[in-house]
Each structure stands twice: as structure tokens, then as C-alpha cells.
């Protein structure tokens, strides 16, 4: 379950949001809430990068995105 008190917000750029807003839209059948869009694409992303691979694997997102690499 998901707990209330173990909210974060975050900003995004303008392509990010537009998309969380697609898939939002093309899912109205699910009831389907930008939050749990970003919650599923998490938990998928900590699904298949396992620690320590996952610790990894960010800091060369985070590397890439500050050089505009990604």
C-alpha cells in the first residue's frame, strides 16, 4: 500500500510532462492518475535495475542528462 506521508514532487520539463499527460489521457479505461504513472514507471525502473545496479545506473542518467548527453 501506499503510504500518504511517503509523497515527493518533483519538476519536470515540458516533454516529460506532456507525455505523463498522453499516457494519462490514453488510459481513462484504468482511471489512471499522473502519480500512479510515475509511481509504475518507478517501481518498474527499481524492478529491473536491482541494487547496487539501480545506484548505478542512476548516477550514469544524472551524469549523462548534465553533460545534455540524454
Request: hydrophobic residues 40%; proline residues 3%.
Amino acid at each position: 500500500m501506499i503510504k500518504r506521508e511517503n509523497t515527493i514532487l518533483t519538476r519536470v520539463d515540458d516533454y516529460i510532462y506532456m507525455r505523463l499527460k498522453e499516457i494519462v489521457e490514453n488510459s481513462k479505461d484504468l482511471n489512471l492518475t499522473k502519480s500512479e504513472c510515475v509511481y509504475a514507471i518507478l517501481k518498474s525502473f527499481f524492478e529491473v535495475n536491482k541494487p547496487p545496479k539501480d545506484f548505478e545506473k542512476i548516477r550514469e542518467i544524472v551524469i549523462k542528462m548534465r553533460k545534455g548527453l540524454f
